[in-house]
């Protein structure tokens, strides 16, 4: 019975207690009422508010804590809702509060500086919002805080040692991407120990704050961005390796050796991409002795001067899962021992890496990015067996052989590139991009403290143009690139390509492709770029592709497509280069207009696939120097009067009488009225077409004019011949590889070359420039553009004197130290995508229109000689790292009145993307982006009308 008491009293005492506690955990009146006007006034698009009711104790509301006892309000963390309001005052009347989180918002105004007044705040997030303003000194009053970020607003003012005067107990900092200056004494000694420090993306300095290095406690360190140029190695680097997580990244860190760097075994994030750091990896991957090896994670070196070979030493670093070495100068053959590892990311682009990459012995199951672009390697292609792999990019390398079938074993592959190989054969009929969403990135759920969210970007080559994605872009709708231009492919044209619906771009250009277009095109919804160029593709291009609503980039020229382009506002809203080099196919945008049986019946198709071969092979000629060799066809038919000469073939046959010599008059036939068919030495097979050409013992001599661009040439460039009569050269837009140095320096001595013309642009040519331009004064155009050279620029080029200098997109080095003050004649000096250092060329031709340097390592201050440059209608000095002010005189290039003595088409970094641009006359573009300058944007710039 007593126990039966003890029981019922238990009970009534516990429902005592819980009715007391409900009492007193009820929301205070007050607070509840603020919080309710704040929603009023708020944008909520998630309606992440939906809870916040009159009927609802406002301790249950989304994101809303309060004390137990009291019902205060002590937490609101309203984190990545996209709420849209005013920071207000009422916040200054939660007394109580200790924790506010509304990162990840559209807040806008100033920060309130009663904030500093609430003393129980210990935890203060109010970055990646839209606050301007200064920071209230009153938060520096706040002793019980530990977090203060409020990085990624547009603040700005100074920062003193007041505004963290007492903050005693802070342990995380956040102040970047704000627009700070930093006026702190360099003796100051913080109150706190850090052990997360944010100052990415501000405006430091070029040197290392001196109290920085008084926090001995850090865990977390970023100061990306900052400009650092000077840095006491020794110092630095020591107080770097204690720290667990560390981004320098795009700073100006050089003239230093890699082996400095110590990574220290309880490292596990390491950014140091986009310096100027140089030297052999070698110490700073094989100093890890210990069995256990380091924690390291990320490793990112990309975008430095690193050189020599990848050390075989990786057996250490078996927790590493992200590997950037991208865009280097580091050379040889993968080492063995990366096979050890387990990446979620590699990344080896832009390098001279050469050999086979084999995957026989990888068990990288968890791969995810496989980046090999832009290298030498050769074999057969390597498709790792991951199942997680969703980006493989292999372009611009030497892989041979067939696609493998294995990659349409792969469920999550998102993005394929392959372009700019020596790959043959067919394409896989079972070959897609993946079309339901996946999960997050493996790298995405097991790195989550990733400091800079870069790794998440990929560059693509779509729309025409290299473009930087970042990845979840991709994911999150399951949208896809295939990029397999610049190989050998034959095959009809597939339907499988044709029914992605989600596909972003598809890139099947300079290929073999035969066949039609086939009409389930219309059904790629999402399609923003198609590029079926220089193709062998016909009939006529189906009407649903003007389906294609979100296309913004297309191009089908030279193909053999015939009737009327599709009428539709999409598609006619592009220009005719889109279309070019198909003769027979008419209607807007094209200038040749269609009569009454195309645009009803479209034209008769040509069935048989058309040999060019002849095409080709005119244009080589029969200059001295050339080994040229035309071949018979069996079965030809002397052709009659029925039987019409092929226009395709006219004009070729018209070129190549141009540009020889007939001291016999052997080619008196060749005449405009006359049908080709029946001109000397031509024979035309039963459809027009000119299958064989007999010009022996006709006594012609030379020929000046070769043009074979985007022929497929597969070849070593030292094969070719260049002799003295030759004086217009163009190979681009094909595979030739090897070195340049028999091509340029072969011509004799005592004989200068007539040669004004050479392009030898997009193609694989490697090794450096050689010395021996003294003979080729008469260049006017040279244009290596494109290609995988390297070394520098040598001195002999200074004796040229052309309209226009191409080197862009290669691995050259150095500084541009030619002296081109003399070249009274250069227009464009074009030598972005480089790896050129030192200080901005000074020297100045007077009739520049065109200077592109962007995408270098150049620094130093912008010379005041571009001012004199009256001319000057397009400045890009973007990515590169020159600090110091904009000069005020810049305005001075907008006064230009000269017209172009060259026409040339120009890619331009502009609205967001790269654009080309065929006509410069009248743009007027500065591009001074991604570097370290200082200081106001004159006024004059912002004054220029025509820019």
């Known amino acids: 019975m007593a126990s039966f008491a003890s029981q019922i009293s238990l009970l009534l005492l516990f429902l005592l207690f819980a009715t007391t506690l409900n009492r007193v955990m009820s929301c205070n009146e007050n607070d509840q009422r603020l919080l309710l006007i704040f929603k009023q006034g708020v944008v909520d698009p998630g309606n992440k508010l939906s809870s916040w009711t009159i009927e609802e104790d406002c301790c249950l509301w989304e994101g809303v804590h309060c004390d137990h006892l009291t019902g205060r309000v002590t937490e609101l963390s309203l984190f990545n809702h996209s709420l849209e309001v005013r920071l207000v005052y009422w916040l200054g009347q939660y007394e109580q509060l200790q924790y506010l989180d509304i990162r990840g918002n559209l807040f806008d105004g100033v920060i309130p500086s009663f904030l500093g007044n609430i003393s129980s705040l210990f935890y203060l997030d109010l970055s990646c919002n839209q606050l301007s303003g200064n920071l209230s000194e009153t938060l520096g009053q706040l002793r019980n805080l530990n977090l203060l970020h409020v990085g990624h607003n547009s603040l700005v003012g100074a920062l003193t040692e007041k505004n963290f005067a007492n903050l005693s107990n802070l342990i995380s900092l956040d102040l970047s991407s704000t627009s700070f200056e930093f006026d702190i004494d360099p003796k100051w000694v913080p109150p706190f120990q850090l052990k997360a420090l944010y100052l990415g993306n501000t405006s430091i300095g070029h040197n290392v704050s001196p109290w920085l290095y008084t926090q001995r406690s850090l865990s977390d360190l970023n100061i990306s961005a900052l400009g650092i140029s000077n840095i006491d190695a020794d110092v630095f680097w020591s107080f770097i390796s204690r720290i667990g997580r560390v981004d320098i990244s795009n700073n100006l860190i050089g003239g230093d050796n890699i082996s400095n760097v110590i990574i220290s075994a309880n490292m596990s994030y390491f950014d140091a991409s986009h310096n100027s750091l140089s030297g052999s990896i070698f110490s700073l991957l094989c100093h890890q002795e210990s069995e256990k090896g380091t924690n390291l994670e990320v490793l990112d070196l990309s975008h430095n001067n690193l050189s020599g070979t990848l050390p075989d030493c990786w057996k250490n670093w078996k927790k590493l899962k992200y590997l950037n070495l991208g865009s280097n100068k580091l050379t040889g053959k993968v080492p063995a021992s990366l096979t050890s590892l387990n990446l979620y990311k590699l990344d080896l682009s832009d390098n001279g890496f050469f050999g086979k990459f084999s995957l026989d012995k ?467 000096l074009l030598l972005e995508g480089n790896e050129f250092s030192g200080s901005l060329p000074t020297t100045m031709p007077p009739r520049l229109l065109v200077f592109k340097l962007r995408a270098n390592q150049f620094v130093g201050e912008i010379p005041l000689q571009l001012c004199n440059l009256s001319s000057l209608m397009i400045l890009d000095l973007g990515d590169n790292n020159p600090f110091g002010s904009i000069p005020h005189c810049l305005y001075n290039i907008m006064d230009s009145t000269d017209r172009l003595l060259w026409a040339e088409t120009i890619n331009i970094y502009t609205k967001g993307i790269e654009l080309d641009y065929a006509d410069i006359l009248f743009l007027r573009i500065i591009d001074l982006s991604s570097n370290n300058l200082s200081g106001e944007i004159p006024k004059e710039l912002l004054s220029m009308s025509q820019m």
Request: aromatic share 10%.
């Open 362 to 828: 990888l068990n990288w199951t968890n791969l995810e990015y496989l980046l090999l672009d832009r290298n030498k390697f050769s074999g057969s292609l390597p498709i790792p067996m991951a199942e997680n792999l969703g980006i493989i990019k292999l372009r611009t390398n030497q892989f041979t052989g067939n696609i493998p079938t294995i990659l349409c074993e792969l469920s999550y592959l998102n993005i394929i590139d392959l372009a700019e190989n020596k790959l043959s054969g067919s394409i896989p009929h079972c070959l897609r991009i993946i079309e339901h969403l996946p999960d997050l990135p493996f790298w995405a759920k097991h790195l989550p403290y990733i400091i800079d969210q870069s790794i998440a970007i990929v560059h693509i080559f779509t729309k025409g143009s290299k473009l930087a994605y970042q990845v979840d872009s991709f994911l999150s709708f399951g949208r896809g690139i295939i990029d397999l231009s610049a190989n050998s492919l034959l095959e009809k044209f597939l339907k499988n390509l044709v029914s992605m619906s989600k596909i972003l771009s598809l890139n099947l250009s300079r290929n073999y492709l035969t066949g039609k277009i086939p009409k389930e095109i219309g059904g790629m919804k999402s399609l923003e770029s198609l590029d079926l160029s220089y193709n062998k593709l016909l009939g006529e291009i189906p009407s649903t592709i003007s389906n294609l609503s979100f296309l913004a980039y297309l191009n089908l020229s030279y193909n053999n497509f015939t009737g009327q382009i599709p009428s539709g506002t999409q598609i006619q809203s592009f220009d005719s280069w889109s279309f070019l080099g198909n003769p027979e196919l008419c209607g807007d945008p094209l200038p040749k207009k269609c009569n009454k049986k195309e645009e009803t019946h479209g034209s008769k198709l040509a069935e048989e696939d058309e040999d060019d071969s002849f095409l080709k092979s005119l244009y080589l000629g029969m200059g001295v120097g050339f080994a040229v060799g035309f071949w018979g066809v069996c079965g030809i038919c002397k052709t009659n009067n029925a039987i019409r000469c092929n226009e395709n073939d006219r004009g070729p046959l018209w070129i190549f009488q141009q540009g020889v010599v007939d001291p016999l008059n052997k080619l008196s036939s060749w005449t405009s009225p006359e049908d080709c068919c029946l001109w000397s030495g031509v024979l035309c097979d039963i459809n027009g077409r000119v299958a064989e050409l007999d010009l022996a013992r006709h006594g012609l001599q030379g020929i000046d004019y070769v043009d074979l661009s985007n022929t497929m040439i597969s070849d070593d460039i030292s094969n070719i011949t260049l002799s003295t009569i030759i004086s217009h050269f163009d190979v681009s837009r094909n595979s030739l590889s090897g070195s340049i140095f028999l091509l340029l320096c072969q011509l004799e001595s005592d004989k200068e070359s007539i040669l004004s013309y050479l392009d030898l642009s997009h193609n694989h040519l490697s090794g450096a420039i050689p010395d021996c331009w003294v003979n080729g004064k008469r260049l006017e155009y040279l244009n290596l553009r494109g290609n995988e050279l390297e070394g520098k620029v040598p001195p002999s080029m200074a004796s040229l004197n052309p309209w226009i200098l191409d080197l862009r997109d290669n691995n050259f080095f150095g500084e541009f130290s030619l002296d081109i003050s003399n070249w009274t004649n250069l227009q464009y």
